[in-house]
Protein backbone atom coordinates (compact mmCIF):
# COMPACT_ATOMS: atom_id res chain seq x y z
CA UNK A 1 0.00 0.00 0.00
CA UNK A 2 1.24 3.08 -0.71
CA UNK A 3 1.43 5.72 2.46
CA UNK A 4 0.78 9.22 1.73
CA UNK A 5 2.24 11.70 4.61
CA UNK A 6 1.27 15.03 4.80
CA UNK A 7 2.90 17.61 6.77
CA UNK A 8 2.91 19.68 8.77
CA UNK A 9 -0.98 18.55 10.53
CA UNK A 10 -1.46 21.74 11.23
CA UNK A 11 -0.67 25.20 9.67
CA UNK A 12 -1.71 28.57 11.38
CA UNK A 13 -1.24 31.44 9.48
CA UNK A 14 -3.01 34.86 8.85
CA UNK A 15 -5.19 36.09 5.36
CA UNK A 16 -2.90 36.94 3.15
CA UNK A 17 0.14 34.57 3.69
CA UNK A 18 1.72 31.75 1.44
CA UNK A 19 0.53 28.48 2.82
CA UNK A 20 2.62 25.52 1.79
CA UNK A 21 1.58 22.11 2.34
CA UNK A 22 3.48 18.87 1.65
CA UNK A 23 3.05 15.17 0.93
CA UNK A 24 5.14 12.34 0.72
CA UNK A 25 4.69 9.22 -0.74
CA UNK A 26 6.09 5.86 0.49
CA UNK A 27 6.66 4.63 -3.57
CA UNK A 28 6.39 6.13 -6.61
CA UNK A 29 3.17 7.85 -7.30
CA UNK A 30 4.41 9.46 -10.85
CA UNK A 31 2.12 12.80 -11.18
CA UNK A 32 -0.94 11.26 -10.26
CA UNK A 33 -1.21 13.13 -7.19
CA UNK A 34 -4.36 15.08 -6.31
CA UNK A 35 -5.09 17.45 -3.74
CA UNK A 36 -8.80 18.52 -2.17
CA UNK A 37 -10.14 20.84 0.32
CA UNK A 38 -12.71 19.78 2.84
CA UNK A 39 -14.92 22.43 4.96
CA UNK A 40 -16.49 21.57 7.93
CA UNK A 41 -19.74 19.81 6.87
CA UNK A 42 -18.93 19.75 3.55
CA UNK A 43 -18.33 17.09 1.17
CA UNK A 44 -14.86 17.35 -0.19
CA UNK A 45 -13.51 19.26 -3.67
CA UNK A 46 -11.12 18.90 -6.19
CA UNK A 47 -8.21 21.64 -6.22
CA UNK A 48 -5.48 19.64 -8.19
CA UNK A 49 -4.81 16.68 -10.55
CA UNK A 50 -2.13 15.19 -12.07
CA UNK A 51 0.56 17.32 -9.61
CA UNK A 52 0.04 20.53 -11.08
CA UNK A 53 -3.27 20.73 -13.06
CA UNK A 54 -6.19 23.09 -11.01
CA UNK A 55 -9.55 21.77 -11.53
CA UNK A 56 -12.08 23.64 -12.99
CA UNK A 57 -13.40 27.00 -11.45
CA UNK A 58 -10.09 26.60 -8.87
CA UNK A 59 -8.58 30.09 -8.38
CA UNK A 60 -5.18 30.78 -9.47
CA UNK A 61 -3.55 31.27 -6.36
CA UNK A 62 -3.28 27.50 -5.47
CA UNK A 63 -1.08 25.74 -7.20
CA UNK A 64 0.66 22.06 -7.19
CA UNK A 65 4.04 20.81 -8.00
CA UNK A 66 5.96 17.77 -7.84
CA UNK A 67 6.68 14.33 -9.22
CA UNK A 68 7.47 10.96 -7.85
CA UNK A 69 7.20 10.81 -3.97
CA UNK A 70 7.06 14.48 -2.76
CA UNK A 71 4.83 16.78 -3.95
CA UNK A 72 3.49 20.44 -2.78
CA UNK A 73 0.25 22.67 -2.64
CA UNK A 74 1.27 26.54 -2.37
CA UNK A 75 -1.65 28.72 -1.81
CA UNK A 76 0.13 32.08 -2.73
CA UNK A 77 -2.03 34.22 -0.98
CA UNK A 78 -4.81 33.19 1.60
CA UNK A 79 -8.10 34.05 1.25
CA UNK A 80 -10.69 33.80 4.26
CA UNK A 81 -12.66 30.62 2.54
CA UNK A 82 -9.33 28.94 2.39
CA UNK A 83 -9.27 28.11 6.10
CA UNK A 84 -10.21 24.09 5.79
CA UNK A 85 -8.52 20.77 5.73
CA UNK A 86 -6.33 20.00 2.66
CA UNK A 87 -6.10 16.22 1.91
CA UNK A 88 -3.52 14.50 -1.34
CA UNK A 89 -4.65 11.37 -2.76
CA UNK A 90 -2.74 9.19 -5.22
CA UNK A 91 -3.81 6.86 -8.01
CA UNK A 92 -0.79 5.19 -9.43
CA UNK A 93 -1.32 2.37 -7.39
CA UNK A 94 -4.16 -0.01 -5.92
CA UNK A 95 -5.13 0.77 -2.96
CA UNK A 96 -6.39 4.46 -3.48
CA UNK A 97 -5.09 5.94 -0.91
CA UNK A 98 -5.44 9.40 0.91
CA UNK A 99 -2.86 11.25 3.39
CA UNK A 100 -4.32 12.12 6.55
CA UNK A 101 -4.41 15.57 6.18
CA UNK A 102 -3.18 19.19 6.59
CA UNK A 103 -5.59 21.96 8.50
CA UNK A 104 -4.86 25.05 7.85
CA UNK A 105 -6.27 27.51 10.15
CA UNK A 106 -6.33 31.23 11.01
CA UNK A 107 -3.77 32.28 13.65
CA UNK B 1 -23.51 20.46 -14.02
CA UNK B 2 -22.47 17.16 -12.88
CA UNK B 3 -24.79 16.19 -9.50
CA UNK B 4 -24.28 13.01 -7.08
CA UNK B 5 -27.10 12.11 -4.83
CA UNK B 6 -26.44 9.05 -2.35
CA UNK B 7 -28.95 7.89 -0.01
CA UNK B 8 -29.60 4.46 1.48
CA UNK B 9 -27.74 5.69 5.06
CA UNK B 10 -29.06 4.75 8.34
CA UNK B 11 -28.68 2.99 11.63
CA UNK B 12 -27.87 -0.59 11.19
CA UNK B 13 -26.79 -3.87 14.01
CA UNK B 14 -23.69 -5.10 13.75
CA UNK B 15 -23.60 -7.89 11.75
CA UNK B 16 -26.19 -6.14 9.62
CA UNK B 17 -26.19 -5.40 5.66
CA UNK B 18 -27.20 -1.76 3.58
CA UNK B 19 -27.18 -0.83 0.32
CA UNK B 20 -26.26 3.02 -0.60
CA UNK B 21 -27.50 4.36 -3.99
CA UNK B 22 -25.95 6.94 -6.01
CA UNK B 23 -28.02 8.67 -8.54
CA UNK B 24 -25.96 10.75 -11.26
CA UNK B 25 -27.45 13.19 -13.69
CA UNK B 26 -25.32 15.94 -16.06
CA UNK B 27 -22.83 13.60 -16.92
CA UNK B 28 -22.42 10.69 -19.68
CA UNK B 29 -22.51 7.86 -16.61
CA UNK B 30 -21.16 4.83 -18.75
CA UNK B 31 -17.82 6.89 -19.44
CA UNK B 32 -16.38 7.38 -15.97
CA UNK B 33 -15.17 5.63 -13.12
CA UNK B 34 -16.73 5.81 -10.16
CA UNK B 35 -15.78 5.50 -6.41
CA UNK B 36 -17.38 5.74 -3.12
CA UNK B 37 -15.10 7.28 -0.14
CA UNK B 38 -15.85 7.32 3.76
CA UNK B 39 -15.17 9.39 6.29
CA UNK B 40 -15.51 8.20 9.92
CA UNK B 41 -16.62 10.85 12.62
CA UNK B 42 -13.87 12.88 12.90
CA UNK B 43 -11.70 11.60 10.99
CA UNK B 44 -9.67 10.92 7.52
CA UNK B 45 -10.84 10.34 4.11
CA UNK B 46 -10.80 6.81 2.83
CA UNK B 47 -11.01 5.33 -0.22
CA UNK B 48 -13.77 2.22 0.19
CA UNK B 49 -14.10 0.68 -3.92
CA UNK B 50 -14.09 1.86 -7.84
CA UNK B 51 -15.65 0.73 -10.14
CA UNK B 52 -14.33 1.43 -13.85
CA UNK B 53 -16.80 2.79 -16.48
CA UNK B 54 -18.25 -0.07 -18.25
CA UNK B 55 -18.33 -2.20 -14.70
CA UNK B 56 -15.77 -4.82 -16.11
CA UNK B 57 -13.37 -3.83 -13.19
CA UNK B 58 -14.19 -3.25 -9.43
CA UNK B 59 -11.77 -2.54 -6.68
CA UNK B 60 -11.73 -2.73 -2.81
CA UNK B 61 -9.86 -1.37 0.25
CA UNK B 62 -8.75 -4.82 1.92
CA UNK B 63 -10.78 -3.66 5.15
CA UNK B 64 -14.02 -4.49 2.99
CA UNK B 65 -12.97 -6.94 0.54
CA UNK B 66 -15.58 -9.73 0.68
CA UNK B 67 -17.91 -7.97 2.63
CA UNK B 68 -18.76 -5.28 0.38
CA UNK B 69 -19.99 -5.43 -3.45
CA UNK B 70 -19.84 -2.33 -5.84
CA UNK B 71 -22.12 -1.84 -9.02
CA UNK B 72 -23.36 0.26 -11.23
CA UNK B 73 -26.77 0.33 -13.73
CA UNK B 74 -26.28 2.40 -16.68
CA UNK B 75 -30.06 2.47 -17.59
CA UNK B 76 -30.81 4.18 -13.76
CA UNK B 77 -27.24 6.21 -13.81
CA UNK B 78 -26.79 4.75 -10.42
CA UNK B 79 -23.97 3.19 -8.45
CA UNK B 80 -24.95 1.11 -5.78
CA UNK B 81 -22.60 -0.32 -2.82
CA UNK B 82 -23.80 -3.43 -1.27
CA UNK B 83 -22.37 -3.56 2.38
CA UNK B 84 -22.51 -7.25 4.16
CA UNK B 85 -21.60 -8.04 7.25
CA UNK B 86 -21.05 -4.44 8.97
CA UNK B 87 -18.75 -3.08 11.96
CA UNK B 88 -18.56 -0.42 14.09
CA UNK B 89 -15.87 0.45 12.06
CA UNK B 90 -17.73 0.95 9.27
CA UNK B 91 -19.36 4.01 10.72
CA UNK B 92 -19.08 7.01 8.31
CA UNK B 93 -20.48 9.38 6.04
CA UNK B 94 -20.05 7.34 2.58
CA UNK B 95 -19.24 9.38 -0.52
CA UNK B 96 -20.25 8.52 -4.45
CA UNK B 97 -17.41 10.40 -6.68
CA UNK B 98 -17.36 10.39 -10.26
CA UNK B 99 -13.84 10.84 -12.63
CA UNK B 100 -12.92 12.79 -14.83
CA UNK B 101 -9.72 11.17 -15.45
CA UNK B 102 -8.21 7.87 -14.06
CA UNK B 103 -9.64 7.25 -11.05
CA UNK B 104 -9.57 10.66 -9.68
CA UNK B 105 -12.08 11.99 -7.70
CA UNK B 106 -13.69 15.49 -9.43
CA UNK B 107 -17.41 15.47 -8.56
CA UNK B 108 -18.52 14.52 -5.06
CA UNK B 109 -22.16 14.15 -3.43
CA UNK B 110 -22.95 15.36 -0.21
CA UNK B 111 -22.38 12.00 1.35
CA UNK B 112 -24.88 9.26 3.54
CA UNK B 113 -24.46 8.50 7.08
CA UNK B 114 -24.33 4.87 8.06
CA UNK B 115 -24.03 4.00 11.71
CA UNK B 116 -23.37 0.89 12.64
CA UNK B 117 -24.24 0.30 16.36
CA UNK B 118 -26.94 -1.91 18.66
Known amino acids: ETVLTQSPATLSLSPGERATLSCRAS??????LAWYQQKPGQAPRLLIDVASDRATGIPARFSGSGSGTDFTLTISSLEPEDFAIYYC?????????FGGGTKVEIK | EVQLEESGGTLVQPGGSLRLSCVTSGISFSRFAMSWVRQAPGKGLEWVSSISGGADNTYYTDSVRGRFSISRDHSKNTLYLQMDSLGASDTAIYYC???????????WGRGTLVTVAS
Open chain 1, 89 to 97: QQRANWPLT
Open chain 2, 97 to 107: TMSSAGYNCAD
Open chain 1, 27 to 32: QSVSSY
